[in-house]
């Protein structure tokens, strides 16, 4: 077999190139070494940005496009209801909260259950101020809450005990692997004041984030 | 050749899920609910035997003083209210129980506040009032209160012509309410 070569290249071909001996098609104008680095530097572009791409090449285009569809996911849900905590009731719990200094909700009264690709971070913060009766303002650390069951992850700032909230975010658990179904049950804890906390309607919201970020 | 341009795809992965975006998601828990009106009273002190008198001794001294009374804190009221309220006292039912027909008049028993509790002292009971059979103020205030201590001293009128020997009763009734 005739191996191509310059010496017999007998074919004019069109900007100069010239043509292999024996064939009737021309060489191309740039050597396949540098088609190889350019396919590669597609390869990195289409990582870096994500697109997904046909090639000539399935197998490796094929990976890229399966694994570059991928994006970093995290979900949070959450269960439970405490929008009656401070319903107290007339001769019985309400006076022995006030007692106390305090109505807690059950252990488990809010679960979060988080799902990351990768490492993750779940922060609480206030949304807002207490609405309260009439022009009383009750102070927002009167908001404690904690987490009583972290399931996977590393409880931040103390919230193994009660700490108190600020508007805005405070880490609460973090974990530098992805996770699926996690359960974090969350405790609160109202503060009460017989000399302060008048009677009337309260609420205020805690905003539970989560963030999947790279480890 | 081909391998190094899978490995670029490979260089291209990592750096894409290095740089890609942070995923955030959120969910909001609401606390609340409406906090009735609350108050409670507590109460400290036995005077049930306040007319357990002693022959040849305390006994004829009460006479002779014309009565017989409690300590000052004899019965201490512990009042907490999560807004304004009110103290008040009355005798319950008819009065004294007294030996046979005897009927021992109810204003014969005095009280009065001996501290200086938090709230505004009513109808002078800062000094020895007699009680009724429908409820008299005491002591109200303008706003939620804690562990409130009011200390109750209480006398009982006594005299040689009328205070025969026996049994006698009286059961003084505390309430304390919220008020608008």
Redesign the interface.
Known sequence: MTTPSATEDTRPCRGGRRAFANVSFCRPAVAW?RC?RA???V????????VAVQSA?G???Q??TV??EL????????S?D?????????DGT??SS??VGSVTSAVDA?T?TVT?TDAWDLSARL?GDW?CPGTYDKPETD?LIRITSAGAGTIENGAGSFISLAPTDTMILSDGSAVSGNEVD?Q?R?L???????????????????????P | ??Y?????????????????????????????????????IGIAGDLSALLTLAQDGAGETAYDAGYVESAAAATTLTL????QWSLGVNYSGAGWTAPGTYDKAESDLLIQITNTPTGTVQNSYDSYQTTSNSKTAMLSHT?????NSVEIQTRVLLDWTQDIPGAYSITLVYTME?TP
């Open positions: 070494t190889v396919c590669a530097a390869f990195f572009v289409v990582g870096c940005f994500g090449d197998e490796s285009v990976r890229g694994v570059f994006p970093r996911l995290a979900q949070l849900q959450i439970g405490l929008s009656g905590l401070l319903a107290l009731d007339a309400g006076e006030y007692d809010n979060l990351a949304t609405t908001l969350v609160t109202v009460l004041d017989w000399e302060s906390d008048v009677p009337g309607a309260y609420a205020i919201s805690v905003t539970y984030t989560l963030v999947g970020h790279v | 050749m081909r190094v341009a899978i490995a670029m795809g490979f260089v291209g992965l990592a750096a894409g899920m290095a740089f890609g975006a942070d995923d955030v998601d959120t969910q909001n828990s609401t606390v609340g609910g409406t906090i009735p009106e609350l108050c409670q907490d209210a999560n807004k706003s939620g209160v804690s562990n919220t």
